[in-house]
C-alpha cells in the first residue's frame, strides 16, 4: 500500500516556474513507477511526466517536454516536478500517482495509487 501527499501547487503569472512534490508512504516506494497527472476544468486527465523506479527512464508529454522535468529520490520517497516556462494551459489540478509495475505507461488506469491533487494556476 502507498500513500501520496502531493505539494507545491498555486498561483503564478505566465512564463514563472513551481515544484511539485509528492511525498510517498510505504517501505516499496523505491520499485514503485511514478507519474504526473493534469486535469483541466471539464476535460480528461492526462499523463504528463513519469519516471521508472530507478529513475533510468523517463517519459514527457509533448506539451512539456523542455518546460518540465520529473525526477525521484527514493532515499527520500519524494517524487517531483520542476515545472518551468509556465503556460496558462498549464493550469489544472496536477496529481501524483503510483504504479507497482516497472512499465511507463501512460493511461491512468494503469496507476494503482493516487494523491489528492494540487492546484496549479497560470495566469497575469
Known amino acids: 500500500q502507498v500513500q501520496l501527499v502531493e505539494s507545491g501547487g498555486g498561483l503564478v503569472q505566465p512564463g514563472g516556474s513551481l515544484r511539485l512534490s509528492c511525498a510517498a508512504s510505504?517501505?516499496?516506494?523505491?520499485?514503485?513507477?511514478m507519474g504526473w497527472f493534469r486535469q483541466a476544468p471539464g476535460k480528461e486527465r492526462k499523463l504528463v511526466a513519469a519516471?521508472?523506479?530507478?529513475?533510468?527512464?523517463?517519459y514527457h508529454a509533448d506539451s512539456v517536454k523542455g518546460r518540465f522535468t520529473i525526477s525521484r529520490d527514493n532515499a527520500k520517497n519524494t517524487v517531483y516536478l520542476q515545472m518551468n516556462s509556465l503556460k496558462p494551459e498549464d493550469t489544472g489540478v496536477y496529481y501524483c500517482?503510483?504504479?507497482?509495475?516497472?512499465?511507463?505507461?501512460?493511461?491512468?488506469?494503469?496507476?494503482?495509487?493516487w494523491g489528492q491533487g494540487t492546484q496549479v494556476t497560470v495566469s497575469s
Open positions: 519516471i521508472s523506479w530507478s529513475a533510468g527512464s523517463t
Open positions: 500517482a503510483a504504479r507497482d509495475d516497472w512499465r511507463l505507461v501512460t493511461a491512468p488506469i494503469d496507476y494503482d495509487y
Open positions: 510505504g517501505r516499496t516506494f523505491s520499485s514503485y513507477t
